[in-house]
């Protein structure tokens, strides 16, 4: 199974930078996702890390350590518009196939401030 | 816009009724999931259909199936409804020219009453 960790909520100030931590445990790992949603809309993708290391996108970077079941997605330069939830997501191992499915944390519920 | 497809957007039924939901996933996508997220639950994996079999089932109520048709897309059904059914039930789908990554639709608001 899945245990995904995060921390519910967060807040910040516009321009500020944040670090939102997950920490997991999981009988197969196939990747971890980073997802944003705003209230009652879809997540939408933010970044993908298989391998150890920090992948950096934009304003967005994401971390994974595989060895200490842990990541980090870093906002850097806030805006007000990035007040949304953010999920971490676990990717289990399907044989034969890349596509397994996807376990979510509870989510953590960011507010920028201005 | 991610390119997968939900309909209906809102429902409002009765506990007791049945109701299906639509998906169709992003073209060149061969993987469609389900999922549920109600305000305490938090995004539920249901089940995964890939290129028209099952491939792998979650947290989901003997009462819920679903399927994965030829052209791709797929249909959630509900039924004997509950009040605790009511939830925002997302589609996604991956496997085609996004790779790996899993890419959800807006989602369809049930309310049961």
């Known amino acids: 199974g899945q245990n995904i960790d995060q921390p519910t909520e967060m807040t910040a100030t516009e321009g500020a930078i944040v670090q939102i931590n997950c920490t997991y445990q999981?009988?197969?790992?196939?990747?971890l996702f980073w997802y944003q949603q705003h209230a009652g809309e879809a997540p939408t993708f933010l970044s993908y890390?298989?391998?150890?290391g920090l992948e950096e996108k934009g304003r967005f970077s994401s971390f994974l350590s595989r060895s200490k079941g842990y990541s980090y997605l870093l906002l850097k330069e806030l805006q007000m518009k990035d007040s949304a939830s953010y999920l971490c997501?676990?990717?289990?191992?399907?044989?034969?196939?890349?596509?397994?499915?996807?376990?979510f944390g509870r989510g953590t519920q960011l507010t920028v401030w201005p | 816009d991610s390119g997968v497809t939900q309909t209906p957007k809102h429902l409002i039924t009765a506990t007791g009724q049945r109701v299906t939901l639509r998906c169709s996933p992003r073209?060149?996508?061969?993987?469609v999931y389900w999922y549920q997220q109600s305000l305490d639950q938090g995004l539920q994996f249901l089940i995964q259909?890939?290129?028209?079999?099952?491939?792998a089932k979650g947290n989901i109520l003997e009462r819920f199936s679903a399927q994965q048709f030829p052209d791709l897309h797929s249909e959630l059904n509900l039924s004997s409804l509950e009040l605790g059914d009511s939830a925002l039930y997302f589609c996604?789908?991956?496997?085609?020219?996004?790779?790996?990554?899993?890419?959800f639709g807006e989602g369809s608001w049930l309310t049961v009453v």
């Open positions: 996604a789908s991956s496997g085609g020219q996004g790779g790996n990554t899993i890419y």
């Open positions: 999981t009988s197969g790992f196939n990747g």
């Open positions: 890390n298989v391998l150890d």
């Open positions: 997501a676990v990717r289990d191992f399907q044989r034969g196939s890349t596509l397994g499915r996807l376990y």
């Open positions: 073209s060149g996508d061969l993987s």
């Open positions: 259909y890939y290129n028209g079999e099952e491939r």
